[in-house]
């Protein structure tokens, strides 16, 4: 068990609202990062941080943004919802010395 | 750029079959390579991982060999079970101050086995 926890697991929502995912992490690892997964696509990176407040694009940023504040805790942010949104969402986090990531269960988001 | 390829599933075997999953990549520099696998409804877990050139990793049964001169990392098992039924992403990371430490997976390969 990595310590990482996301939240809503499930979310409905209307095109149009904004919506905020949070990925909360236990072990205080540097480096944490969110990610999309879509059939046919695997896992598409859409943004991650280095640390509280440093954060960069992924290659699938936009119509995306995020936030760390805290060292614990990533969020991520759909400012507008477009049903091309409508995914599962994995927030994964890595120590400063290995490659290997450890992921959250997820969060499956329906944009209707 | 850099990129991975696994074969495309699904995978449909019998209980204690021969598991090969190909796995290729596109990379620049010297990656880590990784296998996770995800069952249903769960998230992504590292099943195992080779940080060099001829590393093996192995995990549960299951293996992989990084090779450098053919660019592949494929997956094996020798005697599979039903619960080894999943989705199993290869997945590559790159080294350096530069790199982002992010993962570039696979798109995937389903794996079905039947009793």
């Known amino acids: 068990d990595a310590g990482i926890t996301q939240s809503p697991r499930h979310k409905v929502t209307e095109t149009g609202t904004p919506v905020t995912l949070r990925c909360h992490q236990t072990?205080?690892?540097?480096?944490m990062y969110w990610y999309r997964q879509d059939p046919g696509h695997g896992l598409r990176l859409i943004h991650y941080?280095?640390?509280?407040?440093?954060?960069d694009k992924g290659e699938v940023s936009d119509g995306y943004s995020v936030s760390r504040s805290k060292t614990e805790d990533f969020l991520l942010t759909l400012e507008s919802a477009t049903s091309s949104q409508t995914s599962v969402y994995f927030c994964?986090?890595?120590?400063?010395?290995?490659?290997?990531?450890?992921f959250g269960p997820g969060t499956r988001l329906t944009v209707t | 750029g850099n990129s991975v390829t696994q074969m495309e599933g699904p995978v449909t075997l019998s209980e204690e079959a021969f598991l090969t999953i190909n796995c290729t990549y596109t990379?620049?520099?010297?990656?880590?390579l990784f296998w996770y696998v995800q069952y249903p409804g769960e998230g992504l877990q590292l099943l195992l991982k080779?940080?060099?050139?001829?590393d093996k990793g192995s995990n549960k049964g299951f293996e992989a060999t990084y090779r450098k001169e053919t660019t592949s990392f494929h997956l094996e098992k020798g005697s599979v079970q039903v619960s080894d039924s999943a989705v199993y992403f290869c997945?590559?990371?790159?080294?350096?101050?530069?790199?982002?430490?992010?993962?570039?997976f696979g798109q995937g390969t389903t794996l079905q086995v039947k009793p």
């Open positions: 994964a986090i890595r120590g400063t010395d290995t490659y290997e990531q450890y």
């Open positions: 072990e205080n690892h540097r480096y």
């Open positions: 941080s280095y640390g509280v407040k440093d954060t």
């Open positions: 990379a620049t520099g010297y990656p880590s």
């Open positions: 080779a940080t060099k050139a001829d």
């Open positions: 997945a590559l990371s790159l080294h350096g101050s530069s790199n982002t430490g992010k993962l570039i």
